[in-house]
């Protein structure tokens, strides 16, 4: 148990440590992803939408939404307001937003086909919203006022608001003091602004000229939502002659549902399911209806804060029972992963306590080239490194026994066409490098080779032996082959063999062999069906499979 680890033996269970726990990342972040209903809206015709991932409830036209980011909203004709486009945000910009940095990017669309659009549900037709191509791409609020007279939205991650003229055209900016403002509404010719990372809900000036201009704050923290830490409000209704605010946690979930007067005093908090994760709500019908992404549900409550079931809907059940299927594959997948990590642990302490060190032997003094014996030298590898390499071997095997399952599961329950961009080609193409090489490392650990007089041996590492005359040998510093055999001696940064005696012992006897480049060398490799030969094929020819399935996907 005292042995050192070769640096290599480290970096392999690196490698696979940090695979598993990527594999097991990308799992539940995928499925974290898949949520429940969130936005609520109520279109001029008094029909209810039901907003769940790209989805429409009732309505699933084709509008080139890749991706749901901020907010969606009615014209008083019916048409939508929403964001098309992919969701061009780079890794830079989720880390900046989760550490609630401000966004430093215009508010312009990168490309023709993404940013703001007005589209209709009915022909799925859209256009620009505005001529400037506008594009919060990243959380955002709109309010679109009944009459038709203008459009207002919280640029959530630049800490303002905006007003829009009906058909897009910039009209103002607000002035300072917002800090990631969320849902907004005009009642009674005053602007309402969840003003999040305040902790308030802000009434302000929606004239063009006065616009964002401060009225008044109100605070909707009461003591029971302090306690709770809900302090972070980012969705208000007014819902009869009382204000509803939805106050989140610290990471913008798991909120509760506060009702206050029209004076702005505490009433009472809504009575939701404890792990509930409410999102919008909405005056419906009578009563208020509240989204809840973690439970896939939509909450009926009476204007008394009273819940007294759930929206009975037969697509939205559909829908949920689609999303919480997909939900848990991808959390069986990050489940694999964390089993694959836990089996390359038990086997690496497994291999450790049933392995001992081999005993240090002392060394002697290296003889010169020339006093090199002439008498016959046996060469066969150093048992540490043989050692470390079987060691990689080992722990190899039991990430392919680990992953191949996962593999499986991937491609027999999840869209084929994801699985194999974000999981199933990465790990492939890892697993085509690195297992050819470390099992053809491990076929090397039982090589070796002599030399007597003009005559070199090589045992192949099937136990073979080949005599060949010198001068029809073939080497290069990382291998000896001749005859049709050869014995591989290790890369420069990891020697099989000790290299200060293959510089002072075994080069020089090989003064009549033939030195021949590396490539030269692969070729012969390859030609005899060498471990290390095979290995390169298996790596290139997988490595172009990869490619080409990869393009192939992609075009399709």
């Not at 902790?199 to 709770?228: K, L, M, Q």
């Not at 540490?384 to 392919?400: D, E, P, Q, S, T």
């Not at 006897?509 to 590396?518: D, E, F, I, Q, Y």
Request: hydrophobic share 45%.
């Amino acid at each position: 148990m005292n042995a050192k680890v070769h640096p290599l033996v480290a970096a392999f269970v690196i490698l696979a440590t940090l695979t598993c726990i990527g594999v097991w990342a990308w799992g539940s972040g995928q499925a974290k992803e898949i949520g429940g209903p969130a936005e609520l809206l109520v279109a001029p015709s008094g029909h209810l939408y039901v907003q769940m991932q790209n989805y429409l409830l009732e309505h699933d036209a084709e509008l080139g939404v890749e991706r749901v980011l901020g907010a969606i909203s009615f014209f008083p004709d019916g048409e939508i307001l929403l964001r098309r486009g992919k969701d061009e945000r780079t890794l830079l910009d989720n880390v900046r937003a989760y550490l609630r940095l401000q966004n430093d990017k215009p508010a312009l669309a990168a490309s023709p086909e993404s940013g703001l659009y007005r589209c209709s549900l009915e022909s799925a037709e859209c256009r620009p919203f505005g001529s400037d191509r506008i594009d919060f791409n990243a959380a955002f609020s709109v309010f679109i006022e009944p009459t038709g007279d203008a459009v207002y939205v919280s640029d959530t991650t630049r800490h303002v608001l905006r007003k829009y003229s009906i058909d897009g055209e910039h009209l103002a900016d607000s002035e300072t003091g917002y800090k990631f403002p969320n849902e907004l509404l005009v009642h009674d010719g005053r602007l309402y602004v969840a003003n999040t990372n305040h902790h308030e809900v802000r009434i302000v000036s929606p004239e063009t000229e006065s616009f964002g201009r401060e009225i008044t704050t109100v605070d909707v923290i009461p003591a029971v939502a302090s306690r709770d830490q809900q302090i972070w409000p980012s969705h208000v209704a007014r819902v009869g002659d009382d204000w509803w605010v939805n106050n989140m946690r610290s990471s913008m979930n798991e909120g509760g549902i506060y009702v206050f007067d029209d004076l702005w005093q505490f009433k009472v908090r809504v009575d939701l399911p404890e792990d509930a994760d409410p999102i919008a709500l909405v005056p419906f019908n009578g009563e208020v209806l509240v989204s809840d992404w973690n439970n896939d549900r939509v909450h009926r409550v009476l204007v008394n804060g009273v819940r007294v079931g759930d929206l009975d809907s037969s697509g939205l059940r559909a829908l949920v029972a689609e999303s919480v299927e997909r939900r848990w594959q991808y959390e069986a997948i990050g489940y694999f992963a964390l089993v694959a990590l836990g089996l390359i642990i038990v086997g690496l302490l497994a291999k450790g306590l049933l392995t001992e060190s081999p005993p240090e032997e002392p060394t002697e003094p290296t003889e010169t080239a020339a006093e090199i014996p002439q008498e016959p030298a046996w060469f066969e590898p150093d048992r540490k490194i043989a050692g470390k390499l079987r060691l990689m071997a080992w722990l190899a095997g039991i990430m392919v026994l680990a992953i191949i399952p996962l593999l499986i599961y991937v491609v027999a329950v999840t869209d084929l066409r994801i699985a194999a961009h974000e999981l199933v080609i990465p790990v492939c193409a890892f697993t085509v490098i690195i297992l050819p090489i470390l099992w053809a490392n491990h076929c090397t650990t039982n090589s070796a080779f002599g030399i007597e007089g003009n005559i070199v041996t090589l045992r192949d590492h099937k136990g073979n032996d080949t005599r060949v005359p010198v001068d029809k040998v073939s080497y290069t510093r990382t291998a000896i082959a001749g005859g049709g055999a050869a014995v591989f001696l290790g890369q420069q940064q990891m020697a099989l063999y000790e290299r200060e005696l293959l510089e002072s012992q075994v080069f020089p006897r090989l003064a009549n062999a033939k030195p021949v480049s590396p490539w030269q060398m692969q070729k012969m490799l390859i030609a005899i069906w060498h471990p290390q030969g095979v290995a390169t094929v298996v790596i290139l020819g997988g490595l172009a499979i990869s490619a080409i399935w990869y393009a192939l996907l992609t075009l399709n």
